[in-house]
């Protein structure tokens, strides 16, 4: 859940920044990874993963806040190696560049809907993380809203976190 006075001040309701959101991960998850996202809801937040990869995006300038994905480490793989054109087995260099440039995408498809009167907004360089279990926490639950899509028989969890600048 975003917080109110975030939401107002981005003259948005959570609705619709739940539907820029899920149009943005569905545009490129067809475009670059090849693949067709079947459901989106939103889910709790979660801060532990186990077997799973988390890609991040942090935002800097009229707002603040950070982009990130989550997903196993198998359906890591599979984007990878749909998105790259080959056969992927482990999570590596090429899985760890992949899920950068994919959360990279959708946290610059993000930022252009709310910059305006020439304000900016930057993007951080992708970071990810990867293990078979670690907790992560990105602010406070208050501005966080959590989506998860489905794709087959897998799922995986998009969060954005928001704050305005100080």
């Known amino acids: 859940m975003i917080n109110p006075e975030i939401l107002a001040q981005l003259q948005t309701t959570e609705e619709q920044l739940i539907k820029l959101l899920d149009v943005d991960v ?4 067809s475009t670059m990874v090849g693949i067709s996202i ?4 939103t889910a709790d937040v979660k801060t532990k993963f186990t077997d799973s990869v988390s890609a991040l995006v942090g935002f800097a300038g009229c707002y603040n806040g950070m982009i990130g994905l989550n997903t196993s480490k198998k359906l890591a793989i599979d984007f990878t190696s749909k998105m790259l054109g080959m056969d992927g087995t482990e999570c590596d260099d090429e899985v760890n560049d992949a899920l950068g440039e994919i959360v990279n995408m959708m946290g610059g498809s993000f930022k252009h809907h709310f910059v305006n009167e020439g304000h900016e907004v930057r993007l951080s360089t992708p970071s990810v993380i990867s293990g078979d279990e670690y907790m992560m926490s990105v602010g406070v639950a208050l501005n966080t809203l959590a989506l998860m899509f489905e794709c087959g028989t897998e799922s995986f969890l998009v969060s954005l976190y928001l704050e305005m600048e100080a």
């Open 26 to 29: 569905r545009e490129i998850f």
């Open 38 to 41: 079947s459901s989106c809801q």
